[in-house]
């Protein structure tokens, strides 16, 4: 994705915090949470004190050791996830904070290059990268062709005006008849397009799928009414509304573990799930929470590959 569409979306989601961290101003003192309803991005640093941990390093394959390097693909779009600062060029987010505290844990540099979302998961399996983040669902569908090595919880939400009808959403045929849109090649997307037959089981006009390749597309569809509803991640969604006047978050609609993503039989998986779970230890996991206020996606444990929540 060029980088002036992520911009695009970080400008969208995030005018107050643009305007305010530009400046200089808000109060230094407040908590992560607070500093995000004021619309200031977090920058509390979470990462750089995270220690090598020998006995996960020595769970690496001895050819990932020797080198002491892997190439991550990272997609980027709007906070809590992964975004770009006001700068256009420095990335922030959960997912960022994460990937770095694992590999500082491995005692590896991590090479990351910015990739579309639908674009990361295929590139896995070709062996382009040696993992991918990108608040990933592990879905039984995925599982067949990558591995996961989970690291929080987040999962499938609905946003909508603060004109529409909607108040919860629990059964997709209450989108019948409406408009929805949600990213390209997503949970979401997939979630749709293969229940899409239940409302005309049900003797009602279809809902219209709308889809879109980054955030910003996502929410101006929404704002300016060619969207009557979105899906997307839960920590997004309630993330974004309140950045954004005349929106409003409608509800959890399905959780998902989200995990580091690589190709299907890597070696790479039991190293990185003792990171994640020393970082679980040593306190660092539930500063990352807090600094992003996602506190609700913790996890207790790192999974490789667990199934599906149902």
């Not at 060029?2 to 908590?31: E, K, Q």
């Not at 990462?47 to 980027?76: H, I, M, Q, Y």
């Not at 960022?96 to 005692?107: E, N, P, Q, S, T």
């Not at 991590?110 to 674009?119: I, N, P, Y």
Request: glycine letters at 10%.
């Amino acid at each position: 994705m060029p980088r002036t569409r992520h911009n695009a979306a970080f400008a969208l989601i995030t005018v107050a915090a643009l305007s305010l961290t530009a400046c200089g101003s808000g109060d230094p003192t407040a908590s992560p949470a607070e500093a995000a309803g004021r619309g200031r991005i977090p920058s509390a640093d979470v990462v750089s004190s995270v220690k090598k941990d020998e006995a996960a390093a020595n769970l690496l394959p001895a050819s990932v050791r020797s080198s002491g390097t892997l190439s991550l693909a990272s997609s980027v779009g709007a906070p809590p996830g992964a975004f770009y600062r006001e700068d256009g060029k420095t990335l922030a987010g959960a997912d960022i904070d994460f990937a770095d505290a694992v590999a500082r844990k491995l005692g590896l540099e991590v090479k990351r290059e910015v990739a579309s979302f639908e674009a990361i998961l295929p590139a896995l399996g070709s062996g382009k990268y040696d993992l991918g983040t990108g608040n990933f669902g592990v879905t039984d569908e995925r599982r067949r062709t990558i591995d996961f090595v989970t690291y929080i919880n987040d999962g499938q939400g609905f946003a909508v005006r603060d004109d529409s009808k909607l108040k919860k959403v629990t059964e997709l045929t209450q989108l019948c008849g409406l408009t929805v849109g949600t990213g390209a090649g997503t949970t979401f997307e997939a979630t749709l397009e293969e229940n899409r037959h239940l409302c005309a089981d049900a003797g009602k006009k279809p809902y219209e799928v709308r889809t879109y390749a980054d955030q910003a597309a996502v929410w101006i569809s929404l704002q300016q009414g060619r969207s009557d509803v979105l899906m997307s991640t839960i920590n997004g969604l309630r993330y974004a509304v309140t950045q954004q006047k005349g929106l409003r978050f409608l509800n959890e609609f399905k959780r998902l573990d989200v995990g580091f993503a690589f190709k299907k039989g890597t070696q790479l998986a039991p190293a990185f799930q003792a990171a994640v779970n020393s970082l679980k230890k040593d306190g660092t996991y539930d500063r990352v929470l807090e600094k992003w206020g996602t506190g609700e996606s913790a996890i207790e444990t790192s999974q490789i590959s667990p199934p599906e929540i149902r």
